[in-house]
């Protein structure tokens, strides 16, 4: 199945005076390629569309698009015995950032992994990649940064999801963590011959920057579903 989610992310009290906000809408289509009979090849992409405001003093307003991750797997066709799916293989980090404080101005690659399993109404995983950036503005930060993203769902009979998660990401660089502990409730339906799913939900950051979002944040948006 493609899939083609558009998130939209809502987070506030960024910047050292607290008083920066940030709405980021990210296009993220998961598209599977069938490479042979044994393997596929799936490839996840993550533009992100940003609009900010005063995430630092006196920087005003920002809007365009940031930096994008653009991830390959390369995924047995056949689950594992315990029925695990898994994947591996390259992520991607591309310096198409329209202004300078929406993106880090670096070119980046590292390893990436995804594993779940669905177990009746209950779908559990982790996403999980690392990337080192190795070219760019050398009058900008390095990056190297761990990617980590458990995640647990139950799914009803009527197609109502409940989904917890987390996405946490470490900075080697600057050891600082940002964690967002995020609950979403999704419904899966049609309009017309077009599939999709429509989501929202809470977050709340347990530890960011001290320049990152504080309290509470929001997510909601849609997911177009392709069946193959």
Same mark, same amino acid.
């Given at each position: 199945?493609?899939?083609?989610?558009? =998130? /939209?992310?809502?987070?506030?009290?960024?910047?050292?005076?607290?008083?920066?906000?940030?709405?980021?809408?990210?296009?993220?289509?998961?598209?599977?390629?069938?490479?042979?009979? $044994?393997?596929?090849?799936? &490839?996840?992409?993550?533009?992100?569309?940003?609009? =900010?405001?005063?995430?630092?003093? $006196? &920087?005003?307003? =920002?809007? *365009?698009?940031?930096?994008?991750? %653009?991830?390959?797997?390369?995924?047995?066709?056949?689950?594992? +015995?315990?029925?695990?799916?898994?994947? !591996?293989?390259?992520?991607?980090?591309?310096?198409?950032? &329209? @202004? $300078?404080?929406? *993106? #880090?101005?670096?070119?980046?690659?590292?390893?990436?992994? !995804?594993?779940?399993? =669905?177990?009746?109404?209950?779908?559990?995983?982790?996403?999980? @990649?690392?990337?080192? &950036?190795?070219?760019?503005?050398?009058?900008?930060?390095?990056?190297?940064?761990?990617?980590?993203?458990?995640?647990?769902?139950?799914?009803?009979?009527?197609?109502? #999801?409940?989904?917890?998660?987390?996405?946490?990401?470490?900075?080697?660089?600057? +050891?600082?963590?940002?964690?967002?502990?995020?609950?979403?409730?999704?419904?899966?339906?049609?309009? /017309? @011959? %077009?599939?999709?799913?429509?989501?929202? /939900?809470?977050?709340?950051?347990? $530890?960011?920057?001290?320049?990152?979002?504080?309290?509470?944040?929001?997510?909601?948006?849609? #997911?177009?579903?392709?069946?193959?």
């Amino acid at each position: 199945m493609i899939s083609v989610p558009f =998130q /939209g992310n809502y987070d506030r009290k960024i910047g050292p005076n607290n008083d920066g906000s940030r709405y980021q809408l990210n296009f993220q289509p998961v598209i599977p390629i069938e490479l042979n009979d $044994d393997w596929n090849l799936i &490839s996840r992409t993550v533009v992100p569309i940003i609009k =900010q405001k005063d995430i630092l003093p $006196d &920087s005003g307003t =920002q809007t *365009g698009v940031g930096d994008t991750v %653009q991830s390959f797997f390369f995924s047995p066709r056949k689950p594992t +015995e315990d029925g695990w799916i898994l994947g !591996v293989g390259p992520a991607l980090l591309l310096p198409t950032a &329209s @202004n $300078d404080l929406l *993106g #880090t101005e670096k070119w980046g690659a590292g390893p990436t992994f !995804v594993g779940l399993r =669905q177990d009746g109404p209950w779908t559990y995983g982790i996403l999980a @990649n690392h990337i080192w &950036s190795y070219a760019g503005n050398k009058n900008r930060a390095d990056v190297n940064a761990t990617f980590v993203q458990p995640f647990a769902s139950y799914t009803t009979n009527d197609a109502w #999801t409940f989904g917890i998660q987390t996405e946490t990401t470490y900075s080697w660089e600057t +050891e600082e963590w940002s964690i967002p502990i995020e609950g979403v409730v999704s419904k899966m339906t049609t309009i /017309g @011959n %077009q599939k999709l799913n429509i989501f929202g /939900g809470l977050k709340y950051w347990v $530890d960011s920057p001290n320049s990152g979002p504080q309290g509470l944040g929001f997510r909601f948006g849609i #997911t177009l579903l392709f069946p193959n």
